[in-house]
């Protein structure tokens, strides 16, 4: 599962699991936002915006050139038409993370994933997290495996036929 996956689960969580009902203070707000700078959390989204203009492209230019080529500049990257949006989007998952974490425990992430052993974390964390989702793929099916063997045969020396 890559990183980008696992943070939006992580997000879901922590929606549905309980953020504080309590508005996080304006302090807690711009440390939070700061850290879902340094997790370039906001970098993930931001890849996602140009691929999500592109499937709208056929249902809004309904394949006549002129708006076509309108459309590819109001949507270019960099146009102002993401800004609202990704603007949003970062107040929310800060919003999230200020709701999660303490003031000091926003810091003390922050602090962790600017030094550089949070940013090595941050760059291989895909590579990591692939790696360990086979690693407990490949482990399951060898315990299904060796189990169901185990299973089959003591309940044949039970008398059951199987």
């Known amino acids: 599962m ?19 009902a309590e508005t996080p203070s304006a302090e807690a707000m711009n440390a939070a936002r700061k850290l879902v700078v340094t997790l370039r959390i906001a970098d993930q989204y931001r890849a996602l915006l140009p691929q999500l203009l592109l499937k709208l492209r056929p249902v809004v ?3 006549r050139p002129e708006i076509e080529r309108d459309y590819d500049t109001m949507t270019a990257p960099g146009a102002e038409i993401y800004a609202p949006f ?12 200020a709701a999660s974490f303490t003031l000091d425990e926003l810091r003390q992430i922050e602090a962790f994933y600017a030094q550089p052993t949070g940013r090595k974390l941050l760059e291989k964390s895909d590579a990591l997290a692939q790696a360990s989702a086979q690693i407990g793929q490949d482990v399951s099916q060898k315990a299904t495996d060796e189990l169901k063997q185990r299973l089959v045969e ?4 039970k008398g059951h036929k199987l």
């Open 86 to 97: 990704f603007a949003s989007m970062i107040d929310q998952i800060a919003a999230v993370y």
């Open 2 to 20: 890559s990183r980008r996956l696992l943070t939006i689960a992580g997000i879901l969580l922590l929606l549905v699991c309980g953020a504080s």
């Open 61 to 63: 230019a309904q394949d």
């Open 154 to 157: 003591a309940l044949r020396q």
